[in-house]
């Protein structure tokens, strides 16, 4: 059986983490009755379809299916495991996790993991009182002329690594070993792994933190003047830096936002670009670490209004990195807006010349994510010449047919009417000509489809429940839970499979599946105590039969395939006895309820 206070400390977690009080610190929560609704922070959409029941403690998104507790929420959201889900959640509870058999991996990694953030910790500190040394004045003369004083070096924990073995030095002093260095990333070390050395000598180091404060790694620049040397250098990728899963600065803009309204983050490319909107009023700026936006950067966006406005910079490769970012963000359900810069110029350049109020009108001025796109189409494009424009024209018009609202593509069809020196009648029929086959072919079959694929999906979340229900029942060894040999069950889900094949229990499962699995069938943690033990049988079989009879279904379909008349005359005397006793077990429990 499981460690009883392992799974008692779970509970306690799961009784002190109210699940309205967690989504709401990631969502505008709406509460309609007793229920508190949302946009699904899971997948694109502009009508709330995510539900939370606050009575029951469970979500359920109507629109994609998602569904789970607290801790599958969490688990989502900020990308973890299921046990690190828990510990968060058990910190924010003030609750220590005990060390049982049932959790001595997740522990040992959990450590390993402190261990790194405890030498980074170390190695921030150090950088940062470097800097303010005598001997390393033209580092702190560096930032100075950058504009960055010494209030912003506090606030963003910028520092110097002056010598080969100062940091190796400074950590060795805390128990720090040279493998946790390694790890952690902040040394580099010889082919033979007898030497090691700073991975940041001689650059000023910006501290990178994640949404919680740890410190996760480094950018280092360097200050001199040489094709040669990498301006910049990060920290390489360790167990708890991934440069795609980074925002830059949002633990400062976190703590300068907190009790401030803001319409949105304002997201700029680099460190240097963050500091200076920082320091010029604009607090709610983040940074994306030079790299177009991923899923993961959305995600944490997400927490901090619907509004995102793309600062990148203004030379080609920033363009198309805002390009890439719009699609990424539109996708995660945001309101995107541009902020276009003059010149190629990046904020910090921009800042510099024309200071903060220019910087304000600029963002007044902002424009939507399709407008962006259609003016890049439109520089990108010789229209001095019919060809020219003949290509201009079927690019927008690519781009005009995927937006679904007809009213918003009405409103750029004049301006581009106007660059080609056409009538915007012209546009529009080209535009609804391209749209026509798709129309037609959807006007013939959407009745069919949307039939079919309402009934594939109904049936799809109804054999789930069904695996789930009996699953659950094996690995919480119930009693009227049977294995029942000769009647084997083929489970659509595969981890499902892998239990019941294995005949897995829940104290097992953890030794037994690996951690994306482990993810995956968080949910099936849960035990639904609220129905009674008569009521939970009953259940239970209502799934099983379900389930059996199913599985002989598909096998007596394929049997009819093969010509296998002796296994179809068997399976279906097996169905019709199964569904004889179903019927049976069902009119004798609804007698009983009627005396």
Request: net charge negative; aromatic share 10%; charged share 30%.
């Amino acid at each position: 059986m499981q460690n009883k206070s392992f799974t008692e400390f779970v509970d306690s977690v799961r009784n002190a983490s109210n699940l309205v009080d967690i989504a709401r610190s990631y969502l505008p929560l709406r509460q309609k009755g007793k229920n508190f609704w949302a946009c699904c922070p899971f997948h694109s959409e502009n009508t709330a379809s995510f539900v939370i029941n606050g009575e029951k403690q469970f979500y359920h998104c109507f629109g994609c299916g998602e569904s789970g507790n607290v801790f599958t929420f969490v688990m989502k959201m900020e990308n973890l495991s299921w046990y690190d889900a828990m510990a968060m959640l058990a910190k924010k509870a003030n609750l220590e996790i005990p060390h049982t058999e049932d959790n001595q991996e997740w522990l040992k990694m959990r450590q390993k993991r402190d261990r790194l953030y405890q030498a980074l910790m170390l190695a921030r500190d150090f950088y940062c009182r470097n800097l303010f040394l005598p001997q390393n004045q033209k580092a702190l003369d560096y930032l100075h002329q950058r504009g960055i004083d010494d209030d912003l070096i506090k606030k963003f924990h910028i520092g110097y690594s002056d010598s080969w073995q100062g940091v190796v030095d400074e950590l060795k002093q805390h128990g720090i070993s040279y493998e946790t260095m390694y790890a952690a990333g902040i040394v580099t070390k010889s082919d033979d792994g007898k030497r090691v050395w700073d991975a940041q000598f001689e650059r000023v180091t910006f501290s990178i933190h994640d949404v919680y404060g740890n410190c996760i790694g480094f950018t280092g620049r360097t200050m001199k003047k040489d094709d040669n040397i990498a301006k910049y250098k990060n920290t390489a990728e360790t167990l708890v830096f991934n440069k795609s899963n980074i925002v830059y600065g949002v633990d400062v803009m976190k703590e300068l936002s907190r009790n401030r309204h803001t319409n949105g983050l304002i997201v700029v490319e680099g460190n240097v670009d963050e500091i200076a909107m920082i320091k010029h009023g604009f607090v709610n700026t983040v940074a994306c670490m030079g790299t177009a936006l991923t899923k993961f950067h959305a995600g944490i966006m997400k927490r901090f209004g619907e509004n995102v406005y793309l600062c990148l910079d203004g030379d080609s490769a920033g363009q198309k990195a805002t390009l890439k970012s719009i699609d990424t963000l539109q996708d995660a359900g945001l309101m995107v807006k541009v902020i276009v810069l003059p010149d190629g110029q990046d904020p910090d350049e921009f800042l510099s010349t024309h200071g903060t109020e220019a910087m304000q009108k600029m963002i007044d001025n902002s424009v939507g994510g399709l407008e962006f796109k259609l003016n890049y189409i439109k520089q990108q494009s010789d229209l001095k010449d019919k060809v020219g424009k003949t290509a201009y024209l079927n690019r927008v018009v690519e781009l005009l047919i995927n937006v679904p609202n007809p009213a918003e593509r009405e409103l750029y069809l004049k301006d581009i009417a106007d660059t080609l020196g056409i009538e915007k009648e012209v546009v529009r029929n080209t535009i609804n000509l391209r749209l026509q086959p798709e129309e037609k072919e959807n006007t013939i079959s959407s009745v069919i489809k949307s039939h079919n694929n309402t009934k594939i999906l109904n049936n799809n979340n109804i054999n789930h429940e069904r695996e789930e229900k009996v699953i659950r029942g094996f690995l919480y060894e119930q009693p009227y839970a049977k294995f029942d040999p000769g009647n084997e069950i083929t489970f659509n889900n595969p981890i499902f499979q892998k239990i019941y094949s294995q005949h897995l229990k829940l104290n097992e499962i953890d030794d037994k599946l690996d951690e994306k699995e482990l993810q995956e069938i968080a949910a099936l943690r849960d035990f639904n105590q609220e129905l009674t033990i008569e009521e939970q049988e009953k259940e239970w079989r209502d799934c099983y039969h379900g389930l059996l009879i199913e599985d002989w279904t598909r096998k007596k379909i394929l049997a009819i395939k093969n010509g296998d008349m002796n296994e179809v005359n068997r399976l279906s005397l097996l169905i019709k006895g199964k569904k004889i006793i179903k019927r049976s077990t069902e009119e004798y429990a609804n007698g009983n309820k009627t005396n």
